[in-house]
Nanobody, 118 residues
Framework: QVQLVESGGGLVQPGGSLRLSCAVSGIIFSRYTMGWYRQTPGKERELVATIGSGRSTNYADSVKGRFTISRDNAKNRVYLQMNGLKPEDTAVYYC????????????WGKGTLVTVSS
């Protein structure tokens, strides 16, 4: 059974930092592209950052220079370090695993809420 479990969300003041973590089980983690996505009520889920099996990274323009995605294949975890948080970063953050273009299967976690507010 594939499981992705996010943690690390919470309430933080503008300008603050949080580190999200996603623990993955049930797949050969090192072979998967991992991604962080976020969603706010009434809006579509959007890409935040991805990291490939070869550790290439991709970021949404809105988070470049503030967020860093990383992975630890030994621990089957992917992380999102978020610095310089803004109120508009408030969202539920989801972890995703996929193996495109080799497969259309994708796996999602249930999300962790990040609230940026004073």
């Amino acid at each position: 059974q594939v499981q992705l479990v996010e943690s690390g969300g919470g309430l933080v003041q503008p300008g603050g930092s949080l580190r999200l973590s996603c623990a993955v089980s049930g797949i050969i983690f090192s072979r998967y592209t991992m991604g962080w996505y976020r969603q706010t009520p009434g809006k579509e889920r959007e890409l935040v950052a991805t990291i490939g099996s070869g550790r290439s990274t991709n970021y949404a323009d809105s988070v470049k220079g503030r967020f860093t995605i990383s992975r630890d294949n030994a621990k089957n975890r992917v992380y999102l370090q978020m610095n310089g948080l803004k109120p508009e970063d408030t969202a539920v953050y989801y972890c995703k695993a996929d193996r495109r273009p080799f497969s259309t299967l994708e796996y999602w976690g249930k999300g962790t809420l990040v609230t940026v507010s004073s």
